[in-house]
């Protein structure tokens, strides 16, 4: 039996991330679902997991760990020879990684988030979706990929030559709002468009995908 447990949805942006994370070090994992609708994460015992009643949380033996991209940073340093190499052993190239992965979580994911959320979650559960708020924060996801656009002239991936973890921190968004009116923002920059189709084309990805059905 897999000593990696994660706790959380198929399709939680979050509870993706350390699925993505996983999949691409080829590393066993039994997959605990949380009913979110019946608030199971909000109570006993997941709340033990994670005090702040959120997913994923996850167990490897008797290390137990919250927030989705601590857990991609630990599997991707605990399990560095297997499979994918996630992070660089360099410390200038890792520090190059690591401003890349922080975009992600400071700039990128705010308005992506927010953008999947009302376009991608709230049609899901028949709510209605906000057309001011969505384009208010297309405007903001925007001027991030004009950024991203030249990166990405330079690099054929945000944190280097290799697909690390500044590239799998995105795929959960990206995965929603390629399916809505949004992908026009990816689409429109010729660089961001090619990283989009090289990083969901991933075999580990696909995986996580298929989680679902």
């Known amino acids: 039996m897999a000593t990696i447990k994660v706790y959380g949805s198929t399709f939680s942006t979050a509870a993706m991330r350390v699925f993505a994370a996983l999949y691409e070090k080829d590393i066993e994992f039994e997959f605990v679902p949380v009913d979110m609708r019946a608030g199971e994460h909000k109570k006993a015992p997941f709340i033990s997991l994670n005090p702040f009643g959120q997913i994923p949380a996850f167990e ?35 520090a190059i990684l690591s401003v890349w992965t922080e975009v992600e979580g400071q700039k990128f994911d705010p308005a992506a988030s927010k953008l999947t959320w009302e376009l991608g979650i709230k049609p899901l559960l028949g709510k209605p979706t906000d057309s001011a708020v969505v384009e208010e924060y297309e405007a903001k996801l925007a001027a991030v990929l ?14 280097g030559d290799s697909f690390t973890l500044a590239d799998l921190h995105h795929l959960p968004t990206i995965n929603y709002l390629m399916g809505t009116q949004s992908k026009k923002l990816f689409e429109s920059r010729p660089h961001v ?13 696909n995986k996580v995908i298929a989680m679902r059905s």
């Open 193 to 205: 468009s090619a990283w989009v189709a090289d990083i969901t084309a991933r075999p580990a990805w």
């Open 146 to 159: 004009d950024v991203y656009e030249a990166r990405l002239a330079q690099s054929k991936y945000l944190g």
């Open 60 to 94: 490897d033996g008797d290390l137990k760990l919250f927030e989705s991209r601590a857990i991609t940073q630990y599997i991707a340093h605990e399990y560095f020879d297997k499979g994918t190499q996630l992070v660089i052993r360099d410390s200038k190239k890792m």
